[in-house]
């Protein structure tokens, strides 16, 4: 097994990371918080690090030094961190958390280490509105205030100047942009760096000094898997982590995956720089790529990439359950154009009614077919009694602004529906044409609580203008609603 820089687990050395010394002062070893330049003093044994893909800090830590007044309910397991008119709350173990009364899902659930809850960094960044930066290589979080650090509240800790312009020491770390040599204000595209890269669990893993937008694709004969890495190129001490040749390429064998050979990694452009990134694989396999915002991305390969049908039931039929989101008094986000979701999934889900009543080998059924309310624990009690073979959400998205994202994502909960999710999103993105915003995992009620494979649709996002536009369209919903009866028959088998 070959397992660099980033391997799963909290990645420090024992008894160091911020931890205070005999002398009064932190510990300069281990992982390290830095806020507005100041560096805070972590719990001995629960420090910031990278557990599973995801860069976790300590919540206490991070919210005192912001002047969070942070309260842990031992009955419910919640911890609630409020300020001003601010509040923010997590369940240990859950991958949601409550903002005022808004439910958000988070990439990694809270837990405990010793008495210590940590949440993920990427949350800490959109929720409390700090710009943030993980650097793998000295294992440090940068976290800077909205007011620059201008602000009190820095946890006692060291002071430090920051990374400087250019100072390759400090790579891992975002700079300012800079202008061009010709005088004008165009800003230059900014150098990201390609710290290591690593395979394990069936999973590849690749550490950047920024977040990166990859372009992640399949090519046959014989099979593979590519990853580009736009602007960004390899850094200093890339190669003394792994081999480089002077040439620019390197790769390392894979031993311990029987559907991975090898990992090979070139800069594949110059001007602007590329790294390609190539799984060799000795079979096809799916995979999914999740970001944590911070630089870490994440290439996880399923066994096969093949849809395996589900057993019929004795009269032949498969029973599907279709959930239109939210209704009633739940009326889900408000769009752009101030409409309710509620009212664009039960639109879309009476069309996919109309098309399923013309399939002679589904049965089905409805969550709700009029505005009404239903809870969560009620959509997914009603498959669950009726065995459903297949249970599909229906939701638009949302987010706050400045982010203004568009597109289409699939949601699950559970590896069985992995699958499932993997059809769906193809269907659904050729049904909008919107961006493919990728089979995402999350722990909602109705794909966590259901016992049948199950994944939960955003069309679209209905904070941004053009998706909002086309969501409340009948052409729209209609192309929504037949995207969304092919993709369950192309999982059924029929």
Excluded at 13 to 22: F, K, M, N, P, R
Aim: charged share 25%; glycine share 10%.
């Amino acid at each position: 097994m070959l397992c660099l820089l980033v391997v799963p687990g909290i990645g420090h050395a024992a008894g160091s990371a911020g931890a205070v010394d005999s002398a009064g002062k932190v510990n300069p070893a281990g992982t390290h918080i830095y806020l507005d330049g100041h560096e805070l003093v972590q719990p001995e044994k629960a420090q910031a690090g990278i557990v599973k893909g995801n860069v976790m800090v300590p919540l206490r830590v991070v919210g005192e030094g912001l002047g969070y007044d942070v309260k842990w309910e031992k009955e419910s397991g919640s911890v609630t961190v409020s300020q001003a008119d601010k509040s923010l709350k997590f369940i240990i173990g859950e991958k949601k958390a409550m903002v005022g009364d808004r439910e958000v899902a988070l990439n990694a659930a809270p837990f405990l280490k010793n008495s210590t809850t940590l949440i993920p960094l990427r949350f800490v960044s959109e929720e409390m509105g700090l710009k943030v930066s993980w650097d793998n290589k000295t294992k440090s979080a940068y976290l800077i205030s909205p007011d620059g650090g201008s602000g009190s509240g820095t946890g006692g800790g060291k002071t430090t100047s920051g990374p400087k312009e250019n100072d390759k020491s400090q790579e891992g770390i975002p700079q300012p942009d800079s202008t061009n040599n010709g005088g004008d204000s165009t800003p230059a595209q900014q150098q990201t760096w390609l710290n290591g890269i690593s395979f394990s669990d069936n999973r590849l893993q690749i550490s950047a000094s920024a977040d990166i937008e990859p372009k992640v694709f399949k090519m046959d004969a014989p099979e593979r898997i590519v990853v580009d890495l736009p602007q960004t190129s390899f850094s200093e001490h890339f190669a003394s982590i792994l081999p480089l040749d002077e040439t620019m390429r390197g790769q390392f064998a894979i031993e311990d995956a029987p559907g991975v050979s090898q990992v090979r990694y070139a800069l594949f452009t110059r001007n602007p720089d590329t790294v390609r990134i190539v799984l060799d694989l000795n079979e096809p396999s799916q995979y999914s790529v999740t970001r944590d915002g911070l630089g870490l991305i994440t290439i996880d390969l399923t066994e096969s990439t093949a849809v395996t049908p589900l057993p019929p039931k004795a009269d032949g039929k498969r029973l599907v359950v279709i959930d239109p989101g939210h209704g009633g008094t739940q009326p889900g986000a408000t769009s752009k154009s101030k409409k309710a979701e509620k009212d664009f999934t039960l639109a879309v889900g009476l069309k996919v009614q109309a098309l399923l009543e013309q399939e002679t080998d589904i049965d089905f059924t409805f969550t709700r077919t009029t505005d009404v309310t239903v809870s969560l624990q009620d959509r997914a009690k009603l498959a669950n009694d009726l065995n459903a073979d297949v249970f599909i959400s229906i939701h638009g998205n949302s987010i706050d602004p400045p982010a203004n994202p568009s597109g289409s994502e699939t949601y699950y909960t559970r590896d069985e529906s992995v699958p499932l999710a993997d059809v769906m999103q193809k269907h659904l993105v050729a049904a909008t044409g919107l961006a493919d915003r990728k089979v995402r995992y999350s722990s909602l009620h109705v794909t966590r609580e259901t016992k049948m494979p199950a994944v939960l649709l955003e069309v679209g996002y209905l904070s941004n203008e053009n998706d909002d536009y086309l969501m409340y369209t009948e052409v729209f919903q209609q192309r929504v609603a037949e995207g969304i009866v092919a993709g369950i028959k192309e999982y059924l088998g029929l």
